[in-house]
């Protein structure tokens, strides 16, 4: 059993909405289960703690802040080696650098090199469960939860599903793709910490018989899970409305093919209509916002506003490599930018939203966690959750230590580390699933 003292910032895991728990002077206790993950046996106060647990060796993190590690709701870890390659929006990009890029996933070691790069950078980010996309290759899948499993990291990933609109090297065939998805069901699933999400690219790269197929395996898996992109670009929309002339939307293509259901993860979002707000809500799926992508790639902005009223379950991604950073921060900040943005999806004029700083906060950790379905094992530390935690360091730079010195509120100082901390304030990350609760520094302990 081991203990930290330092401020604690964690959310009630069964709220719909951010409940923010926060103790200045707090202590965080946590033990190995049977399984060797750790797990959270108590959060609050120091004062009213350390009576409880007098044996226990306690960690002084006083000045720093334990919060959640976060959680990524959408990534692509082939696309590491990419970020920041500018193109002509969406469908120019994965023409031009996506797919000739991740065809090098046919080769295992270089899929191994990749994975294990990937793991450590999203690690150092404080980054310690993630929604990811592999390739088409059923290996580059098997290398990424190889080297998650290493970690003790709790990942989840799946085989990309490309049958048609895609060129040589990253197409793959209707049946063999459906029989690896269910093969790789089988290898990764519930192995430890580690999960599977069934991957259909999107709807324009996926031929009927895909979907299908798709969607019967989600039927027959009901606790793996589906992840894609939807209304992500407007001439992808236009091009899905000629693919499906005969669906109401976008959306309902997925959902005529028994892929809307919870446990399905969809990113972006951005040119949905009330109609399938209300299927996303009724449903349970869940879109993950990409703000960063969505800007670098010109996509547009996520309605918030429209999104909120309608109840949909939502969270937040770095898209990586749409998306520019592996930082939470640097997506929450976005976030915020977008949501302040007054245009709509539509390009209609409306007034922005100003995202609370728990807000933000709770949709990139308990807020994802919901939409996982993983509320109370991983993105809360309440009592029972598994113990993945990053511990902050608000002197991490000169201006992030003026700053947060200055904050009159909880709040004002949630919203000054927001928008100025990076990865050099992510000084630790513990993973519960690690050999002995080993954990990743970015500084050596003093
Ligand atoms: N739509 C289909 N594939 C992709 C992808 O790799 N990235 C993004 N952002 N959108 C997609
Ligand atoms: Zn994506």
């Given amino acids: ?53 007098p044996q226990v060796p306690v960690q002084d993190e006083r000045g720093r802040l334990i919060a959640p590690g976060f959680i990524d709701l959408h990534v692509h870890y082939p696309q590491t080696d990419i970020i920041g390659a500018p193109a002509d929006g969406l469908l120019p990009w994965l023409e031009r650098y996506t797919f000739p890029h991740e065809s090098r996933f046919a080769d295992p070691a270089h899929a191994e090199a990749v994975a294990a790069f990937f793991l450590d ?3 150092r980010h404080g980054v310690t469960t993630a929604l990811t996309f592999a390739t088409s290759h059923p290996a580059s899948v098997d290398a990424l939860l190889r080297q998650a499993q290493a ?82 670009n407007v001439d992808e929309v236009r091009w899905v409305r000629e693919l499906y002339p005969h669906d109401r939307s976008y959306l309902a293509v997925y959902e005529r093919f028994g892929l809307l259901r919870r446990r399905a993860v969809y990113a972006h979002g951005i040119y949905l209509d009330d109609a399938d707000r209300a299927r996303l809500a009724d449903s349970g799926a869940a879109i993950a916002v990409s703000p960063t992508s969505n800007l670098f790639l010109g996509s547009g902005f996520f309605d918030y506003g429209a999104a909120r009223a309608a109840g949909v379950t ?23 930018t977008v949501g302040r943005a007054a245009v709509r999806g539509d390009g209609a004029a409306k007034l922005g939203v100003s995202l609370a700083p728990e ?9 994802a966690a919901r939409a996982l379905g993983l509320q109370g094992v991983v993105g ?52 519960a699933g690690a050999p002995a609760l080993q954990h990743s520094s970015n500084v050596d302990a003093a």
């Fill in 1 to 53: 059993m081991r203990a930290w003292r330092a401020s604690l910032l964690w959310f009630d895991p069964d709220a719909d909405h951010p409940d923010l728990r926060f103790e200045r002077d707090g202590l965080l206790v946590a033990a190995p289960g049977a399984d060797g993950v750790w797990r959270v046996q108590a959060i609050g106060a120091f004062e009213a703690l350390r009576p409880r647990w």
């Fill in 121 to 123: 950078e999203m690690r």
């Fill in 151 to 232: 970690r003790g990291l709790r990942w989840i990933a799946g085989k990309v599903l490309q049958d048609r609109h895609s060129p040589d090297g990253v197409r793959d065939e209707t049946e063999t793709s459906l029989a690896d998805t269910e093969a790789l069901i089988a290898r990764w699933h519930g192995q430890g910490r580690l999960g599977y999400a069934i991957t259909p690219r999107f709807a324009p790269s996926c031929s009927d018989a895909q979907l299908r197929g798709a969607g019967e395996l989600a039927a027959r898996h009901p606790d793996v899970w589906i992840q894609s992109h939807v209304a992500e």
């Fill in 314 to 336: 939502l969270g937040l991604a770095s898209d990586v490599g749409g998306g520019m950073s592996f930082s939470p921060f640097a997506t929450m900040r976005a976030a915020y």
């Fill in 359 to 367: 807000d933000l906060w709770w949709q990139h950790t308990a807020g």
């Fill in 380 to 431: 809360s530390l309440a009592p029972g959750s598994e113990a993945d935690f990053v511990v902050l360091d608000p002197q991490a730079t000169p201006l992030l230590a003026r700053r947060t010195a200055q904050a009159a509120s909880l709040a004002e100082w949630l919203f000054a580390f927001i928008m100025l901390a990076d990865e050099r304030a992510v000084r630790d990350v513990h993973v």
